[in-house]
């Protein structure tokens, strides 16, 4: 039997994990200011071709955006307030963020994002926590989203660490299962305190 190599480095998602919806009333209000059926507004942003074009760098944020105002019928005015109002309730988790520079010494520790052409530069000049992270990999800059293989890889590649040293976090499951088939450890992301929980254990961290 193979013994299982020590976990050398960390992989976290952004969005649902780090950077977080917590209050979904200014999108509950956004789809009734615009008369849509509930959650419309989110599958337009998160859930259409072009949201996926842009996570792919095929889009920018600004095609996404217009391409919703135009389905939705928005002046430009109108359509600078609902995109502001949209993202109103996103918070990034600075507990996590404080545990995570507290893990780093001795573990290295990557950013893996579906995310659009902008991400990088939030990362940097507005939640400023880039340089928590070894590496960031954002799949509008790279051209492969999770849950393609091809994607962990690259990721395990830039860190220079094997499948087995590495624990993985994200929100939805399929991303997980994706890394887990290269043999990456994952945890399913529900609850903050829980997932630190659990790499206390799987890291040995007894303080």
Not at 59 to 76: C, F, H, I, P, Y
Not at 83 to 94: A, C, K, N
Not at 133 to 144: K, Q
Not at 152 to 175: C, H, K, P, S
């Amino acid at each position: 039997m193979v013994k299982s190599a020590p976990f050398k480095a960390i992989l976290w998602d952004l969005g649902g994990v780090l950077l977080r919806t917590e209050d979904w009333e200014p999108r509950h209000c956004l789809d009734r200011m615009l008369n849509l059926p509930n959650g419309k507004i989110y599958e337009l942003v998160f859930e259409s071709e072009m949201s996926r074009k842009a996570t792919v760098g095929e889009a920018t944020n600004d095609d996404l955006w217009m391409w919703v105002g135009e389905q939705l019928e928005l002046s430009s005015d109108k359509l600078t307030v609902v995109r502001d109002e949209f993202w109103s309730g996103d918070q990034i988790d600075m507990d996590l963020i404080r545990s995570i520079r507290a893990r780093k010494a001795g573990t290295k520790m990557g950013l893996l994002s579906n995310g659009w052409p902008s991400t990088r530069r939030f990362l940097e000049d507005r939640w400023h926590i880039a340089d928590i992270f070894d590496d960031i990999i954002v799949s509008a800059e790279v051209g492969l989203a999770k849950p393609d293989q091809r994607i962990y890889q690259l990721a395990l590649d830039r860190l220079g660490v094997e499948a087995e040293q590495t624990i993985f976090i994200d929100d939805f499951d399929e991303n997980i299962q994706g890394a887990r088939e290269l043999g990456i450890h994952g945890i399913l992301f529900q609850d903050p305190q829980i997932v630190m929980e659990e790499l206390k254990g799987l890291l040995n961290i007894t303080t």
